[in-house]
């Protein structure tokens, strides 16, 4: 069965490093998505993306984030200088069209410990 | 007021049990209604997706809504140990916006 692929599982890094998480959506579908999961918290949104651009984006994801799809396989998000309050655990997302039934998978998660 | 409030336990039941899990939502802009079961560390599972209001079953899970009362609800008949786990409710809009907006989530223990 298809599913969405999160590399890596867990990213160490230094507060005010740059990280780049990484996704490999189910190949067919069109809708990416981030999202976030403080430890004990609730998961929230951060962005969304279509047709090679935002579509929608929270107020979580300031000037410090960015997403890109490099190519026709990857999905990243970046975090230019993280803080120690960017701890969390990342999910990726992706759905494979507003025709469907708004399902979204998610892959596993990337746990992001800043230190 | 939150825009979606679950209560988030813990719930612990002896295994066979029915399991009962609530969220309400204070936004009726909300019109899609899904449940996700979560383990440890792990991403979120899809579990039942309901656009309309009334019940709807799989298996042993029937997801209820009442937008009337903006009330979702899970039940789990014959809970076994293997559904513990934390179990998300989510919700999107109407409007468009297809982000989904999460619940806290419940802790669920089944005890064998």
């Known amino acids: 069965e298809p599913e969405v692929t999160q590399t890596p599982s867990h990213q160490v890094t230094q507060m005010g490093q740059e990280v780049i998480l990484r996704c490999v959506p189910i190949?067919?579908?069109?809708?990416f998505y981030w999202y976030r999961q403080i430890l004990g918290q609730k998961v929230e949104f951060l962005v969304s993306?279509?047709?090679?651009?935002?579509?929608?984006k929270s107020e979580i994801f300031d000037d410090q984030f960015s997403v890109e799809r490099p190519d026709g396989s990857n999905f990243t998000l970046k975090i230019r200088s993280t803080k120690l309050e960017d701890s969390a655990m990342y999910f990726c997302?992706?759905?494979?069209?507003?025709?469907?039934?708004?399902?979204?998978?998610f892959g596993a998660g990337t746990r992001l410990s800043v230190l | 007021q939150k825009e979606v409030e679950q209560d988030p336990g813990p719930l612990s039941v002896p295994e066979g049990a029915i399991v009962s899990l609530n969220c309400t939502y204070s936004?009726?802009?909300?019109?899609?209604f899904m449940w996700y079961r979560q383990y440890s560390r792990k991403g979120p599972e899809l579990l039942m997706y309901?656009?309309?209001?009334g019940n709807k079953e799989d298996g042993r899970f029937t997801a209820q809504v009442d937008k009337s009362s903006k009330y979702i609800s899970l039940f789990i008949r014959d809970s076994q140990p293997s559904d513990s786990a934390t179990y998300l409710c989510?919700?999107?809009?109407?409007?468009?916006?297809?982000?989904?907006?999460f619940g806290s989530g419940t802790r669920l223990q089944v005890q064998p």
């Open positions: 936004n009726s802009a909300f019109q899609y």
């Open positions: 190949s067919n579908h069109l809708y």
């Open positions: 309901t656009y309309s209001s």
């Open positions: 997302a992706s759905m494979l069209g507003r025709a469907t039934k708004n399902i979204q998978y």
């Open positions: 993306f279509y047709n090679n651009e935002i579509s929608e």
């Open positions: 989510a919700m999107i809009k109407d409007t468009g916006r297809r982000a989904l907006t």
